[in-house]
């Protein structure tokens, strides 16, 4: 970081090199007469074209294309891309698929939320560098980190075969069956990591979050359960919709000088992800969460909140898992028949992804080519709340050092926990001020 | 590689991210050993988990991903300059994986797709990382095997020599034989493909999609021919090839060549 006082009067703050969040991006904050008066974000990734890659392609080439869109959120685009699919095709999956799914989101998000929270989250609280130190210092909590992430692992590798990039999660259901054995293997390592998951929730609801609100209307699927919602769009306190109308509710723009798209809903900011899954949700979740949950929606417009949800969702995913895996009975055929309608057709599926709703929607001429793909990842429809957001913290810090700021709003950010490529590292900010 | 170790001091480690979806380093943060490599190496760059990063002098530099911008080509070169010993993690960084797949989309179409003038200047075709440094060691995937990654390191800090796998995905394929996808014109693309993960999707019931990327002897005009006999028309089969073997496919019409692509290692173009 460093301060050029171009002139007496501006000065440019350079914070290159944010870390320990996914995405590259820049942000220029533009401060007068000590008041913020314009902050924006930019992404700046790498243009993979994902959108553009996907057409031309055999729909059953889809998925794990899609997969590459995100290393961390490989099993939320696999499953979403499938349902599109799925739902364009009319093809219906049995229940047992569908459990197999859900449990195999939950490990996904696992997955994710064991790595933002003890890894690029965790450290900020307790002033270390990174969880490299914590493992040296707190070595029980990092310790405890591991086993959850190496058990978000397991169900992830257990029912899709690898723990990035699933591989038998397929158009229709899943390539084969899961073993049996481990299955049960599965299900008792669930059972010993219930207590680490409690551990978890009561660390993240005992830091200290920054006192800040911004008050924005939360959206989650809701319709089925907690963590394997997809018809319906819910605004808590608002309207629902179903999900096949999303476009006419949420709108992406560019944003000239960014790769990366902004959402809104009738322009204004909206914020999803797990923090808007637990406020709209909390009937779904099981008793033990609900206790939890309310303290977190009493809070709800600050997002920093979002930290100790997400803790609150590994709780609530082993418990659901074991429900799941205790009581499934994998009688039926793994995959269901995949009869490629022959003519054009169009599927639209939403899934809840760690970071929020995440929607894939996909058309096919009559041999089974896509010919248009829209992909709308949970961080597009967060940008603009965080951009908001930075600049009413920005306004609150006004006074403290630019190195406190910097933090600050680093930590801003990362409660969010965008994942702004899903493909690059640093945020540049550009600080301006006269 | 044996005499850069030295027997008291931790190797300096960076891991870097160019164009890609990260999954690699995320294979590397899921290692079960993360907490004993933590211990044995001296991470002094990794931007995914640290939040101060040094570009110090690296004995290993892993880089992920594809080269897409001059920009990233500039500090690939720096990087490689500042390294002892440099390995290209996954599909991206050795052959130009899924984000090469842009390289298929004609130009005009590529710009509904581009939002940013200044950075469809600075813009290149997706690039795997040879085609501007020397690369000590491939290790292909899409994402990286774990076993793999956990050898080479454990390897290094032995002072041995990690050496790639050769052959292809078949040698370790255990439908090898009468019970061959091929035979039942299922397009498994195994035999076209680095070895090395034991034939990981073949065992999870789904033909290889050539994610470890394609042999040097890999045939694409023979494997084409053979899926167009099948009744795959063309668009199908392309999409399927250029999935993860587009570079060497194209390289190979390039240069008129059946067989072969004839150029450098895995088909890459010469920078």
């Known amino acids: 970081m460093e301060i050029m006082a171009g002139t007496a009067k501006m000065a440019k703050l350079n914070l290159e090199h944010v870390a320990k969040i996914e995405g590259h991006a820049k942000l220029h904050i533009k401060v007068k007469g000590g008041k913020v008066e314009n902050v924006e974000l930019r992404v700046l990734e790498g243009a993979r074209f994902f959108e553009g890659i996907l057409k031309d392609k055999k729909y059953n080439d889809l998925s794990h294309i899609s997969s590459r869109i995100c290393g961390v959120c490989s099993v939320v685009h696999t499953i979403t891309s499938i349902k599109a699919i799925e739902d364009a095709f009319g093809i219906t999956v049995s229940e047992q698929t569908n459990q197999l799914r859900e449990a195999l989101n939950i490990g996904g998000i696992i997955q994710s939320h064991a790595l933002h929270l003890y890894f690029l989250t965790l450290p900020d609280y307790l002033g270390a560098e990174s969880a490299i130190e914590l493992a040296r210092t707190n070595k029980v909590t990092i310790d405890r980190a591991l086993r959850l992430k190496r058990l978000g692992n397991q169900i992830v590798h257990t029912l899709a075969g690898r723990d990035v990039h699933p591989i038998a999660c397929v158009v229709g259901g899943f390539s084969r069956f899961p073993l049996k054995e481990r299955i049960d293997a599965l299900l008792e390592e669930l059972k010993s990591r219930k207590e680490d998951a409690i551990k978890t929730v009561n660390l993240f609801m005992s830091l200290k979050y920054p006192d800040f609100t911004k008050s924005v209307p939360h959206f989650a699927l809701t319709g089925g359960t907690y963590f394997y919602s997809d018809k319906i769009v819910r605004c808590e306190g608002g309207a629902c919709f179903p999900t096949h109308d999303y476009k006419d509710h949420f709108k992406e723009y560019l944003v000239e000088g960014s790769t990366a798209e902004f959402a809104t809903k009738e322009g204004k900011s909206y914020f999803v992800g797990a923090l808007a899954r637990v406020c709209n949700n909390i009937e779904l ?15 709800k417009d600050n997002p920093f909140m979002n930290i100790p949800a997400q803790a609150l969702e590994m709780l609530e995913g082993i418990n659901r898992c074991i429900i ?18 022959s003519c054009e057709c169009e599927g639209i599926a939403a899934c809840e992804a760690p970071r929020g709703i995440l929607f894939h929607h996909y058309k096919f001429d009559d041999k089974g080519y896509c010919t248009f793909a829209d992909i709308t990842t949970p961080t597009t ?14 306004q609150q810090l006004i006074d403290r050092s630019p190195d406190e700021v910097k933090l600050e709003i680093e930590k801003l950010i990362r409660a969010y926990d965008p994942c702004i490529s899903c493909s690059t590292h640093f945020l540049e900010l550009e600080w301006e001020a006269e | 590689m044996a005499d850069q170790k030295k027997a008291d001091k931790k190797p300096v480690v960076g891991f870097f991210s160019f164009t890609c979806c990260e999954g690699c380093e995320f294979t590397v943060l899921f290692l079960d050993e993360l907490p004993e490599l933590m211990e044995k190496l001296d991470i002094q760059h990794f ?25 990233e080509a500039r500090k690939l070169k720096r990087i490689r300059s500042r390294s002892k010993v440099l390995v290209a993690l996954g599909a991206c960084a050795c ?23 200044q950075m ?32 080479f390191v454990n390897n290094y800090l032995s002072g041995k020599e990690s050496k790639e796998f050769q052959g292809p995905v078949c040698n370790q394929c255990p439908r090898r034989g009468n019970n061959c996808y091929l035979a039942e014109k299922k397009v498994c693309l195994g035999a076209m493909t680095h070895g090395g993960c034991n034939a990981a999707c073949i065992r999870e019931g789904m033909p290889c999609i050539m994610c470890r990327g394609p042999l040097d002897t890999a045939n694409f005009a023979a494997e084409t021919k053979l899926f167009r006999s099948w009744g795959l028309d063309e668009k199908d089969i392309i999409g399927k090839l250029s999935e993860f073997g587009g570079q060497k496919m194209k390289n190979d019409r390039k240069n008129g060549n059946g067989n072969n692509g004839g150029n450098s290692k895995d088909g890459k173009a010469q920078p």
Request: hydrophobic share 35%.
């Open chain 2, 47 to 71: 931007h995914l988990i640290k939040q101060k990063n040094k570009e110090a002098e690296f004995d290993i530099a892993f880089v992920e991903g594809a080269i897409t911008t001059h920009k």
């Open chain 2, 120 to 151: 469809l200047e600075d813009s290149i075709d997706a690039q795997p990382i040879s085609n501007f440094i020397k690369v000590d060691y491939y290790m292909y995937g899409c994402p990286i095997m774990k076993e793999e990654f956990v050898g």
């Open chain 1, 381 to 394: 429809q967060n940008l603009q709340h965080l951009e908001e957001a930075i600049k009413g913290r920005v």
């Open chain 1, 324 to 341: 799941i895996l205790s009581n499934i009975n994998l009688g039926e055929s793994p995959c269901a028949e995949n009869c490629v309608k």
């Open chain 1, 285 to 299: 979740l099981t008793n033990e969460s609900k206790q939890y949950a309310r303290k977190m929606a009493e809070r």
């Open chain 2, 95 to 117: 052959h130009g994986g899924i984000p090469a797949m842009r390289n298929f989309i004609e130009h005009d179409e590529l710009g509904k797709y581009v939002y940013n003038q």
